[in-house]
């Protein structure tokens, strides 16, 4: 009798239908990146040199078919070079993707029968919103909009072919032209994080816990000084799906403007904010200083900076002491003060409604000068 697979097969254990068999196919979560990590990944820096494309060499042949010998020129041009383009996307959040060299594409050789070579693809490179680009200390893009487009370095400008030189002194000319090489550059670009507000306070004062009240964002949080260690921007929502963007800036110390602690490289990131939320802690002696101390840094680095809309947050404000400390500090200033607290929740409705408040104003200003206000 012919022999039959089919017992065989009955006896075996495996099966694609059973639970304890068939594969686990559950998606795996995604590994949690800690804030240390994370500053390899975050890049507000970059230096890139760009080249464009070389464009492609004209044609050299001549027309001959069969009883038409002497047919004439019929080399066409060469293509041109492909541009290096920065194309600013939402999408994009660090430098890091930035490579150090981009070149554009080549054009193509031109052909026979007046046939152009074609040109060479444009090299786009995707960049975060709020890049800056600069060229010799220079500023010469700011890329504030999504899909806004800077040519970094334009192609070479294709070859003439010997049909281009056909004239009546010359039937048969045998010039034809390489392609022009295309432009190089180097540009540092600098990235400025674009967000509506800033949170701005000393080391501790609980912005980034403040943050991940209102928001969905995870920035880290610890008990000692400088955990933030890159700008965090998280979204608030509202029910008519508004979004507000807000920044949480690390720590600044006295001297920030002359580079100490983490100095410049994240003050600049405030310049973008279009109101601030200075953020103290209650617990601390004295609360109204901090508040002097960071208006003085502000002002420093940039003239004008501190005088934005701005409120104060009183944090902290379910311990003892800061309970002490909050009537003082509302005699202290003359800026409006919310007292809460980023651990337990208190108080937060007052700030999303006074952030609601400085965002309405902020798009009322920007639309009665004509411009188009930032929106997430």
């Not at 550059?185 to 674009?194: A, I, P, S």
């Not at 000393?202 to 008990?223: C, D, E, Q, Y």
């Not at 949480?248 to 601030?276: S, T, V, W, Y």
């Not at 004295?286 to 940039?302: G, M, N, V």
């Amino acid at each position: 009798a012919p022999w039959s697979p089919a017992p065989l097969l009955r006896l075996l254990p495996f099966s694609t239908t059973c639970v304890r068999c068939s594969k686990n196919r559950r998606l795996r979560q995604k590994r949690v990146i800690s804030e240390r990590q994370l500053t390899r990944f975050f890049v507000d820096h970059r230096k890139v040199r760009v080249v464009g494309g070389q464009g492609g060499v004209g044609g050299h042949s001549f027309y001959s078919e069969p009883r038409k010998i002497f047919g004439g020129p019929d080399g066409g041009n060469g293509g041109d070079g492909g541009h290096v383009i920065l194309k600013a996307d939402k999408q994009m959040k660090s430098l890091s993707s930035v490579l150090p060299f981009y070149q554009g594409f080549h054009g193509e050789r031109g052909g026979r029968k007046n046939c152009y070579g074609a040109n060479g693809a444009y090299v786009y490179v995707k960049v975060p919103v709020g890049t800056l680009v600069k060229e010799d200390g220079k500023v010469v893009a700011d890329l504030t909009q999504h899909g806004e487009e800077y040519v970094a370095a334009y192609g070479g400008a294709g070859g003439k072919g010997n049909r281009f030189f056909l004239s009546n002194e010359n039937r048969a000319p045998t010039l034809f032209t390489p392609g022009e090489p295309g432009q190089e550059r180097v540009l540092h670009l600098e990235l400025k994080t674009t967000a509506h507000a800033g949170l701005v306070g000393f080391p501790n004062a609980g912005k980034s816990s403040l943050l991940r009240a209102i928001s969905r964002a995870r920035p880290a949080v610890a008990a000692y000084p400088f955990t933030t260690l890159n700008p965090h921007v998280g979204i608030v929502h509202y029910q008519d799906y508004e979004q507000v963007a807000v920044a949480d800036i690390p720590g600044l110390i006295k001297g920030a403007h002359q580079n100490r602690g983490l100095g410049m490289a994240f003050l600049r990131h405030i310049e973008r904010c279009r109101f601030l939320l200075y953020v103290v802690d209650l617990s601390a002696s004295q609360p109204w200083i901090q508040l002097q101390d960071l208006k003085y840094e502000l002002e420093q680095y940039k003239k004008g900076l501190s005088e934005r809309p701005c409120v104060v947050i009183g944090n902290k404000i379910d311990l003892a002491q800061s309970r002490i400390n909050l009537p003082l500090l509302k005699e202290q200033i003359d800026h409006r003060v919310i007292a809460l607290s980023a651990l337990t929740g208190d108080n937060l409705e007052e700030l999303f409604l006074h952030l609601r408040e400085l965002y309405d104003t902020y798009v009322k200003t920007e639309q009665s000068q004509g411009q188009s206000p930032v929106k997430w």
